[in-house]
């Protein structure tokens, strides 16, 4: 079916400030920024499209970006593929590691979530999906007849790994609507997308498809600006109920989606109550969320972190954004110095190693190391500071060059 002709551009409100994950940009092996873009953009892998087009009546961009911000699924059952190419060298599986021990903290138990979903950032996996309300969920991957399930049910979170026989556990308000797991869908991958939709956005809908046995439409929207690596995001939403039904973002630089997550099966039936049991396995080791030494910080009234993050310094958790929709870039002050250089004093291999995965830029900044993906971008200087962003290199360094 031929797409509808809309207006070529929709207006939902200002864009919210670029979201930075609250990890410290001091730690960057492999810049934890692009570890944590990729796992909020993790939503993605073809669902499987069903053949022919569906004849839906015709809707503008803007009464489907309404029907999105309506939908109110509450119970769903299913399974989701997700694939990611972010373009990350090759390292023989080390990239894995090295982004899994960037997160991990405590006695690093394999079943702490915090470190075992980030291995959704490379390659093609499958998950196993469950919601009934925002306390109940279930999410399950399934990998080389081994399987890893985190499981929310009111206040106790559980995380599981089958292989090594560990369960991790936590406690988290009854309500997770808002948390990052839950943004780490189809549904809220889509809500982080249309935050950025301004007058610097293209919103089309571009024309039907079958997802998951059910009719959709072809959300489109593309970046007006240039110097952004983004180059569409295709959304795929549920024609009776809004439910995004799979995220595909595509780079400006072409090639395969970047990201791009989907039903390949979905129930709306109310899943069965014991889907979101949990009960320790024998000889199981378990660690907890205190001992794991990952409580979060209390908040004051200000909404400012307690005493617990004292020491860290704001310009460590939370970035300056500068510039203008999707050429926004965070910037972070990390206080100490840049990618350590082979002949750096106590740098040994290492420093040469972190700068054979990058470019050594220059400009009136001075000098510094940009690493690449096919989608985020990190500049990060000599004396410490970290530019990064959905943008190329040149946007980074005309950036640190303007900030100077």
């Not at 919210?16 to 892998?45: H, K, M, N, Q, S």
């Not at 970046?223 to 995220?247: E, H, M, Y």
């Not at 069965?272 to 990952?294: C, L, N």
Request: glycine fraction near 12%; aromatic fraction near 4%; charge should be negative.
């Amino acid at each position: 079916m031929a797409p509808y002709e809309t207006d070529d551009s929709t207006d939902t409100g200002e864009r919210d400030e670029l979201r930075a994950g609250r990890r410290r940009a001091a730690r960057y092996i492999v810049p934890v920024t692009v570890v944590g873009v990729a796992a909020a953009t993790i939503g993605l892998v073809p669902a499987l499209a069903d053949s022919g087009d569906p004849n839906l009546p015709k809707v503008t961009a803007e009464q489907l970006i309404n029907k999105i911000a309506k939908s109110d699924v509450q119970q769903l059952s299913g399974t989701v593929k997700i694939s990611t190419d972010l373009g990350l060298p090759d390292l023989g599986g080390l990239e894995s590691n090295l982004m899994s021990g960037a997160t991990k903290s405590g006695d690093g138990s394999s079943a702490d979530p915090t470190s075992k979903l980030t291995e959704l950032a490379t390659g093609t996996h499958t998950l196993r999906v469950a919601a009934d309300g925002p306390d109940k969920q279930k999410v399950s991957l399934l990998e080389n007849a081994a399987e890893y399930s985190l499981i929310h049910n009111g206040k106790d979170v559980w995380g599981y790994d089958s292989q090594t026989n560990e369960v991790f556990h936590g406690t988290t308000a009854a309500d997770t609507s808002k948390s990052d797991e839950t943004r780490a869908t189809p549904k809220g991958l889509t809500d982080e997308a249309l935050k950025s939709v301004d007058d610097t956005t293209s919103v089309t809908v571009d024309g039907t498809e079958h997802v998951a046995g059910r009719d959709a439409y072809k959300l489109l929207i593309k970046p007006k600006q240039t110097g952004t690596t983004v180059g569409t995001i295709s959304v795929a939403v549920d024609a009776k109920t809004g439910l995004p039904l799979k995220f595909t973002l595509t780079p400006a630089s072409g090639g395969a989606a970047v990201v791009d997550v989907g039903f390949t099966q979905l129930s709306l039936s109310k899943p069965a109550a014991s889907t979101f049991d949990f009960k320790t396995p024998k000889g199981a080791k378990v660690t907890t969320e205190d001992s794991a030494g990952k409580a979060a910080p209390t908040p004051d009234h200000s909404g400012k972190a307690g005493k617990s993050d004292e020491g860290l310094g704001k310009g460590a958790d939370e970035p300056t954004v500068i510039g203008k929709g999707w050429n926004s870039i965070a910037v972070f002050e990390t206080g100490g110095q840049g990618v350590p250089s082979g002949s750096s004093s106590g740098s040994g291999d290492l420093g040469g190693f972190l700068n054979s995965l990058g470019d050594q830029v220059k400009g009136d900044f001075g000098k510094g190391t940009v690493f690449s993906t096919r989608l985020v971008n990190a500049l990060i200087t000599d004396d410490g500071k970290v530019y990064v962003g959905a943008v190329t290199k040149s946007a980074l360094v005309k950036a640190a060059d303007a900030a100077k």
